[in-house]
């Protein structure tokens, strides 16, 4: 586990350098939640990598025919918008507060919404500049290379976490 963050980071790291300002790389986000103990933020990584790769599934649909790879795009996007949901109502149990799913969800649609906008108006403006929506952004194709390894989210050690707020185990991996 730990190789795999360790790997992820050193992989991404060239991408960061020539990131946007104005959005951070989203593993910059998960990895300071990671550090920070802030389920909120990780969840809003999730929930952002999910909204882009429904985005980038949504375009691949409409402007080819190669449904596998929209169809997984959109895929994996759900999943990381549902964690991100039910991370942000595990957070809220563990504060005492009572979950209502139906405000959790519209914060949910609020987020992706707002994350859907920032990447299409960024994918407009690089269209006009270069031809290209996506190929040729570096924060974007790094936030998407990072995205598949948020799937780690699934796992038991997360589910833990988010039960009984302990974070050994990532400040173990992560070290």
Known sequence: MRKLFISLLTMCTPALAVADDE???VMEM???GMERHEISMIATAATRCGTLNMVVGGIIARDTSDTNVSDSLTELGTGLVTIGL???AALMKLRGVEVDMASLQKRALNSQ???TKI???RMEKNQARTGEMFAGDELIKSDLDFCKSLTILTSDEWLETLQTNNWDFWDETLK
């Open 119 to 121: 990447y299409l108006e």
């Open 113 to 115: 919404d707002m994350f």
């Open 86 to 88: 039910f991370s942000n």
């Open 30 to 32: 998960f990895f300071n």
């Open 23 to 25: 959005l951070p790389p």
